[in-house]
């Protein structure tokens, strides 16, 4: 079974998720931060700004990419993202267990944990297809 539609929907719900964020961060980081609980100076709205812009240009990238043929390129973003999501799920629930982020905090984490374990799914399944597709064949 072919793991593109896994893929397709990681790509287009992820990278959707990305630039709403993301162009939310721009235009307004203090706003927005400030329904998680978290207050920013100015520095923090410019870091903010900075993180929006990353989030825009990684939202257009899955967002375009969703219909890309399956390649060694794609296979390396799609651990790569797997691999940032789960890390950003966990800072999440460190955060709401500290008392950083508020409840609003754990959909955070539920995001970026759906997000992880999704394109952890499909990085698994390209694993096990190279596997079985390099296996030379063998007759009797």
Known sequence: MSDQPVLMFMFTTKGAINLAFGAGMLAMPAQLLHLY??????????VGRLFGAAL??????????????????????????AIADLIGSGLAIQAVLAGLLNEMGWAVAGLYAFAGLGFTLAW?????????????????
Do not use: M
Not at 37 to 46: K, N, T, V
């Open 56 to 81: 825009v240009g990684i939202g257009i990238a899955q967002f375009v990419g969703r219909n890309s043929s399956r390649s060694g390129l794609q296979s390396l973003l799609v651990g790569a993202f």
């Open 37 to 46: 609980g978290l207050s920013l100076d100015p520095a923090g709205e410019l």
């Open 124 to 140: 698994l399944k390209e694993g096990r297809q190279s596997v079985g597709a390099s296996s030379p064949a063998t007759t009797c």
